[in-house]
């Protein structure tokens, strides 16, 4: 991963909804009664709802991360990533608090959570909205504050030129129609192969076979 993108803003991000999270379920625990009953119609609608959300939000979000991947820009995504690193734990939670709605329903889909239940399950249930709003706000965020990253088109890069005032020489040209052209090399490196014409501001590395044929021509560094 671009190192861009694991800025402070992003660690901060999941430390701040980790907290969010411990202290949901910290008044879970605490508040929990020894036995808690609800009905499996009120309990379920919501956490598929927010499936429903979560499969909404994450090609979103994951669109808009691929997208200033493909830009290249070095830029703090870290809100858009840590909104992205939520997604995994929503879809977590709320598949384990759909399974303790099957595990502990009755015959008349009443659910009864007792023990460590009472408290665990209903937790994971709050723990997904509490992600689920976090990951909105992350992205949200995101597009707020680093709108530049998106908004603001890529600069056009002029590529460097190089001016040759030679004649030219062709690949497949033969060493001698190169040194007839050209001239004397002002270096050779037999081993390498290359023969170096310099002049100012270029140098041109011309490759030969050992066939004595011009393999190709480097302009403007060794190779």
Partial sequence: MNQAFLTPSYWAS??????LVAAILLVAWRAAPEERTVTGAAYRPLLTTGLTLLGLL?????AALLYVLRLGRQADAGFLLAALTLYPA????AVWALAGSLRYADEDD???FKGSAAWAYPGAYAAVYVLLVSAIVLTALFFVLRADLVMRPPVATVPATATLSRQPIRIGDSKATVLELWG?????STAAGYMYYSRPDTLIAVSVTPRGTVRSVLVGALP
Avoid: W
């Fill in 14 to 19: 999941l430390a701040v909804v980790g907290v």
């Fill in 110 to 112: 009443i659910l009864v």
């Fill in 58 to 62: 994450l090609p979103f979000s994951g």
């Fill in 184 to 188: 004397k090399p002002d270096s050779v």
């Fill in 90 to 93: 929503v879809l977590i939670c």
